[in-house]
Antibody, heavy 119, light 109 residues
Framework: EVQLVETGGGLVQPGGSLRLTCVVS????????MNWVRQAPGKGLEWLSY????????YYADSVKGRFTVSRDNARNSLFVQMNSLRAEDTAVYYC????????????WGQGTLVTVSS | QSALTQPASVSGSPGQSITISCTGT?????????VSWYQQHPGKAPKLIIY???KRPSGVSNRFSGSKSGDTASLTISGLQAEDEADYHC?????????FGTGTKVTVL
């Protein structure tokens, strides 16, 4: 069974940092591209970042470029996002999502982890 | 990339059909047959229900169908059921690579 589990969310002050982790199981992690997607309270989904299976290709949304860094450890079946210079508008539920492949979309999602940026 | 435009809400009675639009531009929806749709119940993670404009993953009801014309993609739910009440999000490949829609709340009357 494919599973994705995000951890690391919590309350952080504006300007602070947080690192989210997504641990996966049930599939060969290194064979799949992965993404981070977030959802602010009461809002729609926002794609944030993409990383290829070998980490050679990485993309970011303009809203987080220069502040967020995505990485992965295929030996540990883990996906990460380091979030720096956090702002109130970064408050959201953060999901990791497996890429279907071929730019088709996302076939499996984690349950999400809530990040709240507030003083 | 700006978010794709969806109606904020759509409603229908049980058994009816409803259609949700997803309008983009020639840089995303209009250029690629790579539109996907996701169903999200409150407090839950999104679930893929349509990919590549009109394909259904295994296990997804055939009451869900997708189409595209120009810069606008559409999701149709036929034979509306109470369990279809949820938020629906479209997504398109956009070269960067993805952009989501603004989301639509479907209410079953």
């Amino acid at each position: 069974e494919v599973q994705l589990v995000e951890t690391g969310g919590g309350l952080v002050q504006p300007g602070g940092s947080l690192r989210l982790t997504c641990v996966v199981s049930g599939f060969t992690f290194s064979n799949y591209e992965m993404n981070w997607v977030r959802q602010a309270p009461g809002k729609g989904l926002e794609w944030l970042s993409y990383i290829s299976g070998s980490s050679t290709t990485i993309y970011y949304a303009d809203s987080v470029k220069g502040r967020f860094t995505v990485s992965r450890d295929n030996a540990r079946n883990s996906l990460f996002v380091q979030m720096n210079s956090l702002r109130a508008e970064d408050t959201a539920v953060y999901y990791c999502a497996r890429d279907f492949g071929g730019s088709i979309g996302f076939d499996y999602w984690g349950q999400g982890t809530l990040v709240t940026v507030s003083s | 990339q700006s978010a794709l435009t969806q109606p904020a809400s759509v409603s229908g009675s049980p058994g009816q059909s409803i259609t949700i639009s997803c309008t983009g531009t020639s840089s995303n929806v209009g250029s690629y047959d790579l539109v996907s749709w996701y169903q999200q119940h409150p407090g839950k993670a999104p679930k893929l229900i349509i990919y590549e404009v009109n394909k259904r993953p295994s296990g997804v009801s055939n009451r869900f169908s997708g189409s595209k014309s120009g810069d606008t993609a559409s999701l149709t739910i036929s034979g509306l059921q109470a369990e279809d009440e949820a938020d629906y999000h479209c997504c398109s490949y956009a070269g960067t690579p993805y952009v989501f829609g603004t989301g639509t709340k479907v209410t079953v009357l």
